[in-house]
Nanobody, 124 residues
Framework: QVQLVESGGGLVQAGDSLTLSCAAS????????MAWFRQAPGKAREFVAR????????YYQDSVKGRFTISRDNAKNTVYLQMNSLKSEDTAVYYC?????????????????WGQGTQVTVSS
């Protein structure tokens, strides 16, 4: 069992930066690939970024490439999402998720555990 708790969301202006954190419980954090998803009102949950178990590989949705960076600290059981040059279309609830497999996937159904989400609102 893995429990995930996101933090760091808030209200920012377009062009600002924000860093989200996701703290995981348990001693098996390094055995999970981690990802960030987001869900805007009235829309489906969409993949944002994924990082491998070791942190050596990352994968991004095209719309965030070059602006967002996913990273992890396995010693702290934490995954991060650094978001730069934020746009109004980035407004959503952001969720972190854990996947016990090494198969890269953008499908929410592939993930075993989810956090409760943190709201990010970008005003234009």
């Amino acid at each position: 069992q893995v429990q995930l708790v996101e933090s760091g969301g808030g209200l920012v202006q377009a062009g600002d930066s924000l860093t989200l954190s996701c703290a995981a419980s348990g001693r098996t954090f390094s055995t999970y690939a981690m990802a960030w998803f987001r869900q805007a009102p009235g829309k489906a949950r969409e993949f944002v970024a994924r990082i491998s178990m070791s942190g050596s590989s990352t994968y991004y949705q095209d719309s965030v490439k070059g602006r967002f960076t996913i990273s992890r600290d396995n010693a702290k059981n934490t995954v991060y999402l650094q978001m730069n040059s934020l746009k109004s279309e980035d407004t959503a609830v952001y969720y972190c998720a854990a996947d016990h497999t090494a198969l890269t996937s953008a499908n929410p159904a592939a993930y075993d555990y989810w956090g409760q989400g943190t709201q990010v609102t970008v005003s234009s």
